[in-house]
Nanobody, 128 residues
Framework: EVQLQASGGGLVQAGGSLRLSCEASGFRADDYVIGWFRQAPGKEREGVSGISYSGASIYYTDAVKGRFTISRDNSKNTFYLQMNSLKPEDTAVYYC?????????????????????WGQGTQVTVSS
């Protein structure tokens, strides 16, 4: 069973940076995608970025392209989301999740249905 634990959220001013971490365990194959999702109050959950276990496939939603960078350290089974130039509209609870697959684009699946393993959320608040 894959288990995930997200951390690194906090309060930051607009224009600032945060790095989220997702520590994963229980992988039994190398065909996983780790996705970062977020959900703001009153809004639907959205896929922000994803990375395949190998790192060969990476995907960003348009709203974060050029500002967020996803990466992984397989030796630590930890995945990161570096968030720069943060905006108030980035405020949300951020979650990491895992799905079987090799294409990071899988984070765009409706309701994130391929993602069966979820970590607890970490709050990101960006003040204006």
């Amino acid at each position: 069973e894959v288990q995930l634990q997200a951390s690194g959220g906090g309060l930051v001013q607009a224009g600032g940076s945060l790095r989220l971490s997702c520590e994963a365990s229980g992988f039994r194959a190398d065909d996983y995608v780790i996705g970062w999702f977020r959900q703001a109050p009153g809004k639907e959950r959205e896929g922000v970025s994803g990375i395949s276990y190998s790192g060969a496939s990476i995907y960003y939603t348009d709203a974060v392209k050029g500002r967020f960078t996803i990466s992984r350290d397989n030796s630590k089974n930890t995945f990161y989301l570096q968030m720069n130039s943060l905006k108030p509209e980035d405020t949300a609870v951020y979650y990491c999740a895992a799905a079987r697959g090799r294409s990071a684009r899988i984070i765009t699946a409706p309701r994130a249905t391929p993602f069966g393993s979820w970590g607890q959320g970490t709050q990101v608040t960006v003040s204006s």
